[in-house]
């Protein structure tokens, strides 16, 4: 395994924006493309990647639940941020991640007109594919779902949570293998 050199915040966010577009363009499940572009970057639990499975394609592939890329950041805030179960008695860490969630949903809805798989899609193709219809999912693909679509949404998603963990000073792996 190779080490790379240090990198400055520029290069980690180009870096996370890369990643994740490459993972979500070869290997689908924007959930986990998210956690995994960021989980390269900084110390994230292999654990979290398999928790975000099934929250892509707005829960299941479902589109009716929220953007995977979404459901996907708000985890690896959670992660960081959220409340371990030795600090489950304080109940008011339960909302220490919220401002940072708010912040990050804020950008979807600013960017792409909605929070949700559906809306999503309508705001980047005109209408919306349910990926559960083989020919409807078949023709997600060929209007670019996979090629520079949901890809772009993937890389952006993941350079937005880089920077809320910088600048919350969660340090960033110095090395990327």
């Known amino acids: 395994m190779a080490k790379c050199p240090d990198l400055n ?12 577009y490459e993972l979500e363009q070869r290997y689908y499940g924007c ?3 998210v956690v995994a572009s960021i989980q390269d970057y900084f110390p994230v639990n292999n654990a979290l990647f398999k928790a975000a ?8 592939s ?7 890329a979404l459901t996907g950041g708000i ?14 008695a304080d109940i008011g860490l339960l909302r220490r991640p919220g401002p940072l969630v708010r912040v990050y949903w804020d950008k979807f809805i600013q960017a792409y007109g909605g929070d949700t798989c559906r809306q999503i899609q309508m705001h980047l193709f ?13 023709q997600y693909e060929e209007a670019g779902g996979h090629h520079d679509k949901c890809t772009a949404i993937v890389g952006q998603a993941a350079v937005w949570l ?14 990327r293998s």
């Open 9 to 20: 915040r520029e290069d980690l966010l180009k870096g996370v924006y890369q990643r994740g």
């Open 31 to 33: 959930a986990q493309c």
């Open 53 to 60: 499975t099934s929250f892509s394609g707005g829960f299941a």
């Open 62 to 68: 479902t589109i009716v639940g929220p953007c995977g």
């Open 75 to 88: 985890i690896i805030l959670s992660y960081f941020f959220g409340r371990s179960r030795e600090e489950y």
């Open 126 to 138: 005109g209408k919306a594919y349910h990926f559960l219809d083989n020919e409807e999912y078949s």
């Open 162 to 175: 880089a920077e809320l963990l910088l600048d919350n000073n969660v340090p960033s792996l110095k090395t």
